[in-house]
């Protein structure tokens, strides 16, 4: 048989699967996957992985029972959120199943799927191969179109895919095992993702026979379809942006447009990602809900808005709308501004809810990498901040802060309550030793308004937004900025800025989510920070506990009180914990004061060792620490509470173990205020120690028993 004739045997299964975007999976009694096209690509890595395979064979692996049980199509979702149709249908040899779909049809179960590769499950598996061919529709209508299409295969086309089934692969056989990896920060950073995908295209590039018996409309829609596969093949070695782009010139070419835009969903509204022609310097923005079900239904038949927009001079102009649904919510739309037929119309809505899989799929993909570097920089920052004792810290903070935002410079500049001005703390890049001499007129241009107004301001183009222009020497290289306000509850601590970001680009949403993470740390560090230059400051409003060095009680109830009105305002998470010396009156009566003062140290310094950035640890007197978390949900604080119980259970006291009991609580509509909060991890905590001590009680695990504590 020459390798057209096996081709063209083929040839009904590929197609439909190409024409469709959708997987074909022919299957019989005794393998799932006789023959595969268009197959998902977390469909091969999950079959062939020994942990999940058991998983895949309850879902796909009893497929052919199912439909041929039923005697008709069968439709189900797999535990990884799949959606497949079971279609039974008889070759000539033996019964047969085709499993069409193997999609998903919500983005959400798209998002859990990433949520899992990114720190679940899935994390050990390599992304790019991993997320290389995922399939997307935009409804189950499709999946219910493609398994008609099999229904109606004649004998001779379901014996043809039996037949190379055989050629192709033996029954049982499964794919070769994938290396597993963990994901990290340094396997996205070099290069790794954009090499597999260029591997993955050469060793998948391949042509389809079409025959002679296709009429001459479906020749010119087969032809057209050839193109847009070859678009499509081209475009996952790209950026999500550079693939907008792309699309835009291919549609301005082959239908002869020359006004494009690509708009993207951001919180309720489309925003330009790319423009084209006429559009390239017209930044849209248009009100639009991502579950709007009349453009659900738009972009389900596959057609377009007219929009009627007035100019400047008050002149309408038309532009039409293509919303573009993934799954049940409409992710992105094409403008065209130009005049068009109704064919044209036809042919660009059918491209255009075509590519939206693809482009959803990079746009995922970039989402992904993103956000395991960005977890990586918390954590790298994190621990950065643990140097808050060493007298490069003000320097270090705003070197490293403008690393993570890829700027050439940054500033840090400090509020005085007592003046009411702004001065540089520290700063980094050009001109960064003229700015700290700087005192007078700081921050006047923007970060003072920033600081009082409480919200970031990032700026992509200063004349946009006719802001004055900046000081001829100080030499900017771009016209986009970042200043953002820190501040601790209500009062102002200062003004971070960054702008010349490297590469010349400009900032944007994913910079403003980063600070929105950080800063939270900044501002307790370099709360810490101040009341340690500031010592006679700090003996004359006492908030630090001698002995451990940690703040005091006073400090800790001033900064409670703080983050329970940011609570009330934002509804964020925030938890507390009380931790108690276990025995501590018998180790000061064995060991003496002195040796018990010591141990205690040693405690206080566990607690430091153990905390993240943004936690304030203080001692609340005696033998008692407590611990403000904001941000923290009480599963979050158990998890702390552990490795601080471990951490002191394993320190070397001098004289005999110490361990510490530990009491949490999370505010919520019933804990409202510092004193009930603090009422509640008490509670925890006597009952942790009712319990045996050297353990953590959630006081929302309570029973609701109210045990009454004996000598501690």
Not at 191 to 200: D, M, N, S, T, Y
Not at 364 to 387: D, G, I
Not at 551 to 558: E, S
Request: glycine share 6%; proline share 3%; charged share 30%.
């Amino acid at each position: 048989m020459s390798a057209k004739q096996k081709d063209n045997k083929k040839f009904w299964q590929d197609h439909l699967a190409e024409e469709s975007g959708l997987a074909v999976v022919v299957a019989d009694e005794q393998s799932p996957a006789l023959s595969k096209s268009n197959n998902n690509s977390m469909c091969e890595i999950l079959y062939s992985s020994e942990e999940f395979a058991p998983r895949c064979a309850e879902f796909c692996g009893k497929a052919f029972d199912w439909a041929h049980e039923a005697g008709e199509t069968v439709g189900y979702q797999c535990y990884a959120g799949l959606n497949c149709l079971a279609v039974p249908f008889q070759s000539q040899e033996k019964p047969l199943v085709a499993i069409v779909g193997r999609a998903f049809l919500k983005a959400e179960n798209y998002r859990q799927a990433t949520e899992r590769a990114i720190a679940g499950d899935w994390q050990k598996f390599p992304p790019t191969k991993f997320f290389e061919n995922i399939l997307l529709s935009g409804s189950a209508q499709n999946l219910e179109k493609l398994a008609k299409r099999v229904e109606n295969l004649s004998d001779e086309e379901k014996n043809a895919v039996l037949k190379i089934a055989g050629e192709a692969q033996k029954p049982e056989e499964k794919a070769e095992p994938v290396e597993t990896k963990n994901i990290n920060a340094e396997n996205l950073e070099n290069g790794e993702i954009g090499r597999l995908i260029e591997e993955f295209h050469q060793t998948t590039a391949q042509t389809t026979d079409i025959p002679e018996k296709i009429t001459k409309r479906n020749r010119e829609e087969a032809e057209e379809g050839a193109a847009w596969r070859g678009l499509f093949g081209s475009l996952l070695s790209l950026s999500y942006k550079e693939a907008c782009s792309s699309v835009l010139r291919f549609i301005s070419e082959r239908y002869e447009l020359n006004g494009l835009a690509w708009l993207e969903q951001r919180e309720n509204r489309m925003e330009t990602v790319s423009a084209f022609g006429n559009l390239e310097h017209q930044p849209l923005l248009i009100n639009m809900a991502a579950n709007d079900q009349y453009l659900l239904e738009t972009a389900q038949k596959e057609t377009a808005l007219e929009l009627r927009e007035r100019n400047g001079d008050g002149e309408s102009q038309i532009v039409w709308l293509f919303p573009i649904s993934v799954g049940e919510e409409v992710r992105s739309a094409l403008i065209v501004a130009d005049e068009m037929d109704d064919e044209a119309k036809r042919h660009i809505g059918r491209f255009v809810q075509g590519v939206a899989s693809e482009l959803e799929i990079l746009r995922l993909r970039e989402e992904l990498s993103r956000r395991v570097w960005f977890e990586s920089a918390v954590q790298k920052f994190n621990e950065s901040l643990k140097n808050i004792d060493t007298e490069d810290f003000w320097t270090r903070l705003i070197q490293f802060s403008a690393e993570m935002l890829r700027a050439e410079r940054g500033s840090l500049l400090l509020f005085d309550e007592k003046s009411k001005t702004l001065a540089v703390k520290s700063a980094t890049g050009a001109k960064a030793d003229f700015l700290k001499g700087e005192t007078s007129g700081i921050g006047e241009r923007v970060a003072q308004k920033v600081l009082r107004s409480g919200r970031p301001l990032v700026v992509q183009d200063t004349f946009a937004i006719a802001l004055p222009p900046a000081p001829q020497e100080w030499n900017y290289k771009t016209d986009s900025f970042i200043s953002y306000p820190i501040r601790l509850g209500e009062r102002k601590i200062g003004v971070l800025n960054f702008t010349d970001k490297i590469g010349g680009e400009v900032y944007g949403a994913s910079d403003l989510e980063l600070l929105n993470n950080l800063v939270p740390q900044i501002a307790v560090a370099i709360d810490r920070a101040i009341i340690k230059d500031r010592s006679d400051e700090f003996e004359q409003r006492s908030i630090t506990d001698s002995l451990t060095g940690l703040p005091n009680r006073g400090y800790l109830d001033q900064r409670l009180e703080e983050e329970i009105k940011r609570w009330d305002r934002t509804g964020e998470a925030m938890s507390f914990m009380m931790i108690d010396v276990d025995y501590f009156k018998a180790y000061n009566d064995a060991f003496s004061h002195p040796e018990g003062d010591k141990a205690l140290k040693l405690v206080g310094h566990c607690l430091k060792e153990t905390l993240r950035g943004a936690d304030v640890a203080a001692r609340y007197g005696g033998e008692e620490f407590s611990i403000l978390l904001p941000r923290t949900t009480s599963a979050e604080a158990v998890i702390i509470a552990e490795r601080i119980r471990q951490n002191v259970e394993k320190t070397e006291f001098p004289n005999r173990p110490v361990t510490v009991s530990v009491g949490i609580a999370s505010v919520s509509k019933d804990i409202k205020d510092a004193p009930a909060l603090i009422q509640a991890a008490d509670k925890a905590l006597y009952e942790a120690k009712n319990k045996g001590r050297n353990r953590i009680q959630s006081f929302e695990d309570l029973n609701g028993n109210n045990h009454e504590e004996g000598d501690q």
